[in-house]
């Protein structure tokens, strides 16, 4: 069965480091696209970052460029998302989601993705 694990949330001050993991199991990492998307309460879900199968391409939300980055570690089926410079509005919870597509395109919209994790919380506050 297909499954996807986040890890990695917490607790974490202003300015301050956390790195996401996504752990998956029942499929082969490399066929697939994954996301990362994040929800704060009474906000819509957002799109934070999404890497392509084969790892050629990469996008980030202009609200987390240049302070997040997006990888993924095949042979150990984890994609991990580092999140350097955190403020107080990235605090969410984190979900990672997959879509099958060794050519398919990477993009940052939720309905484009069928497999999702139950969600890391990410809380940034002094």
């Known amino acids: 069965q297909l499954q996807l694990v986040e890890s990695g949330g917490g607790l974490v001050q202003p300015g301050g480091s956390l790195r996401l993991s996504c752990a998956v199991s029942g499929f082969t990492l490399d066929h697939y696209v994954i996301g990362w998307f994040r929800q704060a309460p009474g906000k819509e879900r957002e799109g934070v970052s999404c890497?392509?199968?084969?790892?050629?391409?990469?996008i980030y939300a202009d609200s987390v460029k240049g302070r997040f980055t997006i990888s993924r570690d095949n042979a150990k089926n984890t994609v991990y998302l580092e999140m350097n410079s955190l403020k107080p509005e990235d605090t969410a919870i984190y979900s990672c989601?997959?879509?099958?597509?060794?050519?398919?395109?990477?993009?940052?919209?939720?309905?484009?993705?069928?497999?999702w994790g139950q969600g890391t919380q990410v809380t940034v506050s002094s």
């Open positions: 989601a997959a879509v099958l597509g060794v050519f398919r395109l990477c993009v940052l919209i939720p309905n484009e993705y069928d497999y």
């Open positions: 890497i392509s199968s084969s790892d050629s391409m990469k």
